[in-house]
């Protein structure tokens, strides 16, 4: 091209409408992405967050300020030959006789709490529990309390907390536990202007937004740490709690964590995280 302008003295635009060839691809410069940089930043995410799949490693790569699409961390993720998650039935929703829908559907915040317990073994095999309460609508985890022995007098404490930190919600749903159904417990409930809904017996599935979680707790928490001690347990619980409100994206709230901070706050988190 520079030696057909300096031979026939011709403009590079009038050059290129003779030989058809678009100015713009005439200065196209290819934009190479180092996949190398990319691939060591995604394995970095995918050994701290060992349990997450490559969509939220994706998102998370988006964060820090990579311009990539899921699909190309997920080639990246086959080629490094880590776990891809793998596809379960979609369930149909449920119905009583009468065609009404079991489950109360949370429409704002603090319209419907749940809250379960989580049991599990310390490492000389005590047993503790945890009494899990979260915000069905927000996905908000409002706390994860670490107890040898939890009762309806331990339950009620922790929800006036929670209700003073929080406000109230309209509604809170549990299973038909004895520490739930406590009549001083209900009582209270009510006094104070939450309706206690209970799920039907042998029906796990009707608190599922806290089933869903108690699984997460369990599968990136639980099954993978050892705890010798109640206290031990309950500072790891809150470090994984910040972790799940404020960093991990949620696929129902479109890959944003239930508690995001402001853009600036998580770059600075990210930033931390890889010593930036």
């Not at 919600?169 to 209970?198: M, T, Y």
């Amino acid at each position: 091209m520079i030696h057909t302008r300096q031979k026939l003295d011709t403009s590079e635009r009038r050059t290129c409408a003779v030989l058809g060839v678009s100015r713009s691809s005439l200065h196209y410069k290819t934009k190479v992405q180092d996949d190398d940089a990319l691939r060591l930043a995604m394995i970095r995410y995918a050994k701290r967050y060992g349990r997450y799949g490559y969509r939220k490693v994706s998102e998370l790569l988006r964060i820090e300020g990579w311009n990539v699409n899921h699909k190309k961390v997920e080639r990246l993720w086959r080629e490094e030959g880590l776990k891809l998650p793998e596809r379960h039935k979609k369930r149909r929703r449920l119905y009583h006789k009468d065609s009404s829908v079991i489950r109360l559907r949370p429409t704002h915040p603090n319209h419907v709490w749940a809250m379960d317990f989580v049991h599990d073994r310390l490492s000389n095999g005590r047993s503790y529990k945890m009494l899990t309460v979260l915000d069905e609508y927000t996905r908000q985890a409002l706390c994860v309390e670490v107890r040898d022995k939890m009762g309806s007098d331990d339950v009620l404490e922790v929800m006036h907390r929670l209700l003073m930190k929080h406000g109230k919600p309209e509604f809170i749903r549990s299973d038909n536990g004895g520490e739930f159904v406590a009549q001083h417990l209900q009582d209270w409930l009510r006094k104070v202007g939450v309706r206690p809904i209970q799920i039907y017996p042998g029906s796990p599935w009707e608190n599922g937004y806290n089933e869903r979680f108690n699984g997460i707790l369990r599968q990136e928490l639980l099954n993978t740490e050892w705890f010798h001690s109640v206290k031990q347990a309950q500072v790891a619980i809150n470090i994984w709690l910040k972790e799940y409100n404020h960093i991990r994206p949620h696929h129902a709230l479109g890959m944003r964590p239930p508690v995001p901070e402001t853009l600036l706050e998580k770059r600075e988190i990210y930033g931390t995280e890889i010593g930036g």
